[in-house]
């Protein structure tokens, strides 16, 4: 579908919706905060999580999470691993948060931590324009191959103002592919973005069968329901919300084993939480290509994805897959203890 079949938002509106107006407390409630006298104690499960999205830094005014912070929470809620995921893109937050800060965090913690890198394709020591899209990707990928030598395992949080298929994020996706890097993305109405259906990030799959894809977000989870309209990618639903069998999550999960599914933050968990009968069958259903995540951005924050899943009774088998072992395969890693 061409570009021009969006409706382009005014400055306002983008203003409104981006990081600007996330800092301004759009999106904030209460409950998003951990409250002060809550008592915290370590949470024993069977399988501890490896943690697939989580960030180090500043998103939120006052309420910056270091690398100390984040091995606490981890430990508080039995994570063993989590991945650090920057944020470079002036769409993805107003403080940024760079690959060197990610690198320099995962140092302090090489047990614990896993790096990601961040590359806005509209950054390349290559010009396509004037080079062309071979030169594009070669421009591209010596700056991941960089991280990648640092330590990064793959590149996200990908979260850009542009169509998910514009020529420029394809050069991204054929370097990641290249270099053999899965990608965490964010998907919704003005980052990353794509219409009801999810053509655009179809296209990418088909493009490169061998690319991992982990999707998070309001517009990627708002896609589990048949009924989801281009508004859906800009809020979250409300709870209770029945979901329409036939979404596009389904479909393009059933088509393309390398689409994969984050559920983290509020997109993942209220996804499921809307109609708990059919997120638990989507679950155990898509239990291969679904992976656990928090979204940690600040130390007092609150992950209704815990009470969540243990509520749902899944099968050991599930547990095992969406907690730690999709990561594992993902990422490369080696189960050091039998499941």
Known sequence: MPLQDFSPLSRRQFLSRTAAGAVLGWGLSRSTFAADDEQKTPVNRKYPYIDMHTHVGTFYPGHELTADGLIELMDENGIEKAVLLPLVSPESTIYLQT??????????????LIPFCCIDPR??????????????????TELIQRYVDMGARGVGEHKVGLPFDHPQMMMLYEACSDLALPMLFHLDDIRSFDTPGLPRLENVLKAYPDLVLMGHAAGFWASISADATFEDFGRYPQIPTPTIPGGALDVLMEKYPNLYGDLSEPGGEKAIARDPEFGREFIIRRADQ????????????????????????????????????????????????DS
């Open 99 to 112: 690959n060197e800060d990610a690198i320099r965090n995962y140092k302090l913690y090489p047990d614990r």
């Open 123 to 140: 950054c390349s020591t290559t010009n396509p324009k004037r080079y062309g899209h071979v030169a594009g990707v070669k421009g591209i």
């Open 290 to 337: 679904l992976v656990f995540g928090t979204d940690y951005l600040m130390a007092d924050q609150k992950i209704p994805q815990f009470d969540l899943l243990d509520s749902l009774n899944l099968p050991d088998d599930v547990q095992y897959k969406i907690y730690r072992g999709n990561a594992l395969k993902i990422l490369k890693l080696e189960e050091e203890n």
